[in-house]
């Protein structure tokens, strides 16, 4: 007798109480690109009609479906998969949840992965879909960037950390009844404990980029799956079960680096979802949640802790210390992490999270938030945490109060206040409301604000279109208005007896009143619902009418409407609009676009030309594009926001384009315009084709490349280095070429000419505005950035300890830091007055003229500084690391530096401590590097631009 062959993989569906859904899982799997699948139904006792749904699958498809039922309820995931694992006929095993479901081609792309490489076991990406917004996002997709094998779980101790789902794997089914692999029944949570258990038992693991399964969350109602009731304390008990059973397993195998990742792990996933919802639950939760954390994780090691980001380090110290006053504001930055949710308080010179727990040295470390840079921070570029106090509904509006964190009382008390509360509907692009505050003050450490908003009269909202409005408060500060903040909800009683009757535009048949509730994030916001007679029956009409065939006719019309909009909005779309539309129009003759540092900036040589235009009274239109806010930029021009369409349309109508470093790549030069490139540096690293990145890259990459350096008209050098540097690392042609100097060196010819005539050393007006003293020498600290091991930039680590420097030098010496723009640094206020970040200060020519020396590394701001003939001390204390690298430089900076090149901190001091007998004796060789590397900055190149292009008589 001749046995009949086997499918060749069986995904086992397990149910209960699903009815309505599981067609729709049980589908996907038929629909499979792969045919030779079988489907393996397991009910869990439902009550609900699943197992006669199953029943029928089966009947209909009886040579794919199989239907199996369990005597009793086993009160989880893992019981009926066990069973479905006894039952199944495929050389391979997927399991789906019968809310879920498999990608077309999952099946396939697991079984050819799996026959290509002999894997026990093949894991894929899911993608989690958010069920009421539709919103969806990939499950750890680093894990899945490519097809990669492995002969242990030890090779990538992240895959057994992170991707604990078991739905997302494919398993031989031998390799599962070999090893007597089962899912733990009577626990939830029992994906952990399984994916551990196989991944630690399989000879071979594959991981494929493919999407394979669609995780729908449904976190509302009664919908919402066990795992995602984690306001029910029995929840936590079950997780930290699990937990244990793990470090059972890992302590038996000596795994210890196993155990580390998988407890950094917990610490920074399993708790903090548990922790999200802890500021909304009560003290009898609140109490027996802390007893089961307070003991599990106290066995975490230390070096797990040391692992975590200084938020997560936080709550966990906070709630070990059951300090709920401040451990629930914690957590509200935990989930929204641009928030600051605490006043902050100093100490010693440092900033920490809150004042009290300091007196242990532990605490401190872990408190000690200093390097957040929160006492740095613009605080028009804060989003301070807005706490609702009071909440009251009127009838014909809200009455709410509440306060705003003032972060170490930076808002001071004589500072103008104006507040305000706005409401804004969550979908994008449409416009809220905005009422005044009735009342704001300072209260302490924190700000209090009381406002009342009549909705009666000015909230009309749409209807269908705007469902969910967000309340958010507006602070002014002395006229600059801060960050928008959404409120947070935390323990006020929302008073809600009066109900919030609205007028929507479309009609008050789909809804007539506002009701509030607490987002998921913990901040307060108003849902349009239907709660009369009628908008019940017209509102329950129309959602039944939305579910047949209009309904899908207008939802597509709806969704086609959003894909337009994005669409239209697409930096495809205006690359298309710029050269089909925009570059059709006539060139605007004067008309001139200026940008620096890719809009960052009103700073460099294209601001140099054009103040020298406006100093010579030149007739021209200006425009200036900014890439996020409008600040510093001139009033006297047009502003536009870089790749907004007025700024495409500005560049295709443009006479001139200046800049420092690019326009957009893919836009095209019309031929009657003029691209002045300023460039922003002589070069001591390769550039452009000589450097071994770009030569690597295909013929067609490098093609496109040379095409953005062709639209070059003219490019602006300073010396012969850069005429044997640049310009053939550009492969720019000789008459492009222009050796007038950079216009923003003119300054600094000027003043070392001023002071060389007996004018003395003047000191700008950034020394006044930064309070340093007439007696303080200045030194400027200027460190390039650091290339990542993967071509991105490097965190900016300072590679000296500035509060050492401070009370080595605090009373001779001033000290500048300017990092790179593409960096950021953060002083600790111990340093304050002595110490400087002057990053932000743009237009670093003030800086130069105000630093009676420099130190530097391998920045291009030696070839500029050297103009002023002042001391300069090069700090190369990663030298071989940085020359050494595949990028190479054009000189050894240690034969040719204008100043002692140091490598570590001592020499660095050693120099500083007698500056004057360095300027002395490196005077010669300042001498040299200047008419080495800035032999055309004579001090009148805006001028010689001005002239040229834009006086009468000149030419292009």
């Avoid at 996907?28 to 009609?49: A, H, K, N, Y």
Wanted: hydrophobic share 40%.
């Amino acid at each position: 007798m001749n046995r009949v062959p086997g499918p060749d993989l069986s995904v086992v569906v397990i149910v209960y109480n699903d009815a309505e859904l599981l067609p729709t899982a049980v589908q996907s799997v038929l629909d499979q690109s792969l045919r030779s699948v079988e489907v393996v139904i397991v009910d869990d006792c439902s009550t609900d009609g699943s197992y006669e749904v199953a029943q029928a699958l089966a009947e209909l498809h009886p040579d794919r479906v199989r239907a199996f039922q369990l005597e009793q309820n086993s009160g989880g995931c893992g019981g009926p998969r066990n069973r479905g694992i006894a039952e199944v006929r495929g050389e391979y095993v997927v399991f789906l949840d019968s809310d879920d479901t498999l990608q077309h081609d999952a099946c396939r792309n697991f079984l050819d992965a799996a026959r290509a490489t002999g894997a026990d076991l093949v894991s894929g990406l899911t993608k989690r879909v958010q069920v009421r917004t539709g919103k969806s996002a990939d499950w750890y997709p680093w894990l899945y960037t490519s097809t990669r094998t492995f002969e242990s779980v030890g090779e990538l101790p992240d895959l057994l950390v992170y991707d604990t789902l078991s739905t997302n794997m494919c398993y031989r089914r031998d390799f599962l009844r070999d090893n007597g692999l089962e899912f733990p029944v009577g626990i939830h949570y029992e994906d952990l404990l399984f994916s551990a258990q196989a991944y630690l038992a399989a000879r071979r693991i594959t991981l494929i980029p493919n999407h394979v399964y669609n995780w729908m969350v449904d976190d509302t109602g009664t919908r919402r799956s066990i795992s995602n009731r984690r306001h029910e304390v029995e929840n936590f008990v079950h997780r930290v079960r699990i937990h244990r059973q793990i470090d059972a397993i890992f302590r038996e195998r000596g795994l210890d680096d196993l155990k580390l990742h998988k407890d950094t792990k917990f610490l920074k996933h399993d708790l903090v979802l548990h922790l999200r919802d802890l500021p909304f639950l009560d003290d009898d939760y609140r109490t027996q949640f802390s007893r089961l954390a307070r003991e599990y994780m106290s066995r975490i090691s230390q070096e797990a802790y040391e692992r975590l980001e200084p938020i997560h380090r936080i709550c966990a110290y906070l709630l070990m210390e059951e300090d709920w006053a401040n451990l629930n504001p914690a957590i509200d930055t935990l989930i929204n992490r641009q928030k600051l949710s605490v006043p902050l308080t100093e100490r010693d010179g440092r900033v920490y999270w809150c004042a009290e727990h300091l007196d242990d040295e532990r605490a401190r470390a872990i408190l000690d938030v200093t390097d957040l840079g929160y006492h740095a921070k613009p605080l028009r570029q804060m989003t301070l945490r807005a706490k609702l106090e009071q909440y009251r509904q009127t009838g014909q509006g809200i009455a709410v109060s509440g306060t705003v964190v003032n972060p170490l009382g930076r808002i001071t008390e004589q500072a103008e206040l104006k507040a305000a509360i706005e409401l804004r509907p969550r979908r994008k692009g449409m416009r809220g409301i905005t009422f005044p505050a009735a009342e704001v003050r300072h209260a302490g450490d924190h700000l209090t604000w009381r406002a009342e908003a009549d909705l009666s009269k000015k909230l009309r909202p749409l209807g269908l279109l705007d469902p969910v409005w967000d309340i958010r408060l507006v602070l002014s500060i002395d006229g600059t208005p801060t960050v928008p903040m959404l409120i947070t909800v935390g323990d006020a009683a929302l008073e809600t007896e009066l109900p919030l009757r609205i007028r929507p535009r479309l009609s008050r048949l789909v809804a007539d009143t506002l009701e509030v509730e607490t987002s998921a994030k913990g901040h307060l916001a108003f849902v349009q619902v239907a709660q009369g007679s009628v908008s019940r029956r017209s509102r329950a009409g129309l959602d039944r009418a939305l579910q047949g065939a209009p309904g899908t006719v207008a939802k597509n019309g709806l969704r086609r409407a959003r894909g337009a909009r994005k669409y239209v909005r697409s930096g495809e779309t205006k690359i298309r609009v710029y050269h089909e539309v925009f570059s059709k129009l006539p060139v605007r003759k004067g008309t001139v676009v200026f940008e620096s540092h890719l809009g960052k900036q009103y700073s460099d040589s294209p601001r140099a030309i054009y103040e020298e235009m406006r100093r010579q009274g030149v007739k021209f239109t200006a425009i200036w594009s900014y890439a996020d806010r409008p600040e510093d930029f001139p009033a006297d021009a047009t502003l536009v926001k870089r790749w907004s369409f007025p700024y495409l349309r500005a560049l295709a109508q443009a006479e001139f384009w200046i800049d420092n470093q690019g326009f957009p790549l893919k836009l095209t030069k019309r031929p009657e315009t003029t691209y002045i490139q300023t460039w922003h540096g002589s070069a001591l690293k390769k550039m452009g084709f000589d450097s071994p990145q770009l030569r690597v890259r295909t013929k067609d990459q490098q093609a496109d490349y040379q095409r953005v350096l062709d639209r070059f008209d003219h490019f602006l050098i300073r010396s012969e280095h850069d005429a044997r540097t640049l310009v053939p690392a550009f492969r720019l042609k000789d008459e492009v070429v222009l050796r007038s100097g950079y216009p923003r060196n003119d300054a600094l010819v000027a003043a070392l000419d001023a002071e060389r005539k007996g004018g003395g050393r003047v000191r700008p007006d950034i020394v006044r505005e930064l309070g340093i003293p007439e007696d303080r020498t200045i030194l400027l600290y200027a460190p390039t950035f650091r290339n990542t091991a993967a071509g991105g930039v490097r965190k900016f680590e300072p590679p000296l300890d500035f509060d050492e420097f401070a009370d080595r030098f605090g009373d001779r010496y001033t000290l500048l830091v300017r990092s790179h723009y593409l960096n950021t640094v953060v002083l600790p206020p111990s340093v304050r007055g002595r110490v400087i970040d002057v990053t932000s200060v743009h237009d670093v020519t003030p800086l130069f003229l105000a630093a009676d020396a420099m130190i530097t590394d391998y920045s291009s701001v030696m070839f500029d500084y050297a103009l002023l003939d002042r001391p300069m001390v090069f700090f190369a204390y990663d030298y071989d690391e940085y020359v050494k690298d595949d990028r190479g430089t054009y000189f050894d900076l240690t034969k040719h530096a204008p100043g002692p090149v140091v490598r570590d901190v001592e020499g660095l001091y050693s120099v500083l401590d007698d500056l004057p007998r360095s300027e002395s004796e490196w005077a010669v060789r300042r001498k040299q590097f200047v008419a080495e590397f800035g032999e055309y900055d004579k001090g009148d190149a805006a001028r010689q631009i001005v002239s040229r292009f834009f006086r009468p008589g000149g030419s292009k």
